[in-house]
């Protein structure tokens, strides 16, 4: 028997061999693997949106001082009143959601299909590194089919 070739690997958790996918501790045979694909997750990027909008909101009631004047609130410091504590409300609000957009960012999977449906076999945010094991599974499989020439009866 002779050993499998290796096509790529990155040194820790990804091999590609010219018959076999292995990620950590989970091995695919590519006879089992109908597809290969890049695959891109794209974030939820409402709840950062909505921060914003109440974050707006909120600041402009309180600049525009629509909250009534029993809402203040008194502190060891004095007393705060009801807009400015929605004015300063809304900005942190708004930052916050400023925040959750840049933080939610894209990844990127080894979408793979077997015969019990497709999964993400591998997910990360560096879209060079899936890219790259994506094209070696593709190489593995030409390869396959290149050591198992069609058989034709004449």
Wanted: charged share 20%; hydrophobic share 45%; glycine share 10%.
């Amino acid at each position: 028997m002779t050993p499998d070739k290796v096509i790529y690997t990155d040194g820790h958790d990804v091999v590609v061999t010219d018959s076999t996918l292995k990620i950590k501790k989970t091995s695919y045979k590519l006879a089992g693997i109908t597809k290969a694909a890049f695959w891109t997750i794209r974030p939820d990027r409402w709840p950062g949106v909505l921060l914003m909008l109440l974050g707006i909101g909120a600041a402009v009631c309180g600049y525009l001082g629509l909250i009534p004047a029993e809402w203040s609130m008194q502190t060891e410091s004095g007393l705060i009143s009801g807009n400015m504590l929605a004015l300063w409300t809304g900005i942190a609000l708004f930052v916050l959601g400023i925040l959750a957009l840049v933080m939610s960012r894209e990844r990127y999977a080894v979408r793979i299909g077997t015969a019990e449906g497709e999964k993400n076999a591998l997910v990360s945010t560096k879209r060079e590194y899936i890219a790259q094991i994506v094209d070696a599974v593709h190489t593995a499989f030409d390869l396959g089919h290149m050591n198992n020439p069609p058989v034709h009866n004449y």
